[in-house]
């Protein structure tokens, strides 16, 4: 399930609610509206690409797009929002979304270390780690974050959808992110760093 809650702001919006869950992925707020704003200026709205699949929301008055696609059961969220607008929250306000900063490190997987403590896959899974790398390399050229989540999703899993789920979200970093040199994450050797960016990208897979 994914609430999204866009608060009321001055002269631009009253609050608007969007929910989704697997199976409904709604093209309207909770109230039915498919808009907030007075008049022609629509300073928030949805739009459905694919019915029941894959809605935007464009929230101009905060610079804000949101894209919530289902994928299998899954449901993925990407957000593109200016870094000031992200930056004004803190961990101890109503912020809740986990951000990976210029500065932080990213826990990310290396190959070796793929599977959970305990060195075992799920007890499900049909994959070991060659077939699991073979059939995310038929989605995910590039060996980055995204590849690699894909493996460790198969190994942990055995669902074959994690493969659209990641090719998804590098998708979603290829529409929202304004510079193409950081489109791509790749772990490295003494712990991981996001390259440098000047907007804030943020993809779930839930």
Same mark, same amino acid.
């Given at each position: ?19 989704? *869950? ?7 707020? &909770? ?16 739009? @459905? ?12 008055? !905060?610079?804000?797009? &949101? ?22 929250? @803190? ?8 951000? !990976?900063?210029? $500065? ?21 899974? *049909?994959?070991? %780690? ?10 995910? %050229? ?27 979200? %590098?998708?979603?970093? @290829? ?9 791509? !994450?790749?772990?490295? $050797? ?13 993809? %779930?897979?839930?």
């Amino acid at each position: 399930q994914i609430t999204i809650i866009f608060k009321s702001y001055q002269d631009c919006t009253d609050q608007k609610v969007y929910q989704a *869950v697997t199976d409904d992925l709604p093209a309207a707020f &909770v109230d039915g509206t498919t808009s907030g704003g007075d008049g022609n200026t629509k300073s928030l709205r949805i739009v @459905e690409n694919v019915s029941g699949k894959y809605v935007e929301m464009h929230a101009k008055y !905060i610079g804000t797009t &949101v894209y919530i696609r289902q994928l299998g059961h899954y449901l993925t969220l990407a957000i593109r929002m200016p870094q000031e607008l992200v930056m004004a929250y @803190e961990e101890s306000q109503d912020l809740q979304l986990e951000r !990976i900063d210029d $500065s932080g490190h990213l826990p990310l997987p290396v190959m070796g270390q793929l599977l959970p403590q305990g060195g075992a896959a799920h007890p499900r899974s *049909v994959y070991t %780690l060659e077939t699991a790398t073979t059939k995310c390399q038929e989605k995910m %050229l590039v060996k980055d974050i995204y590849f690699y989540s894909c493996v460790f999703d198969l190994l942990t899993t055995g669902d074959a959808n994690f493969t659209a789920v990641a090719h998804s979200a %590098l998708q979603d970093v @290829e529409a929202l992110h304004p510079r193409k040199e950081h489109w791509h !994450i790749f772990p490295s $050797s003494g712990g991981s760093g996001v390259r440098k960016s000047s907007k804030f990208f943020v993809g %779930l897979g839930l």
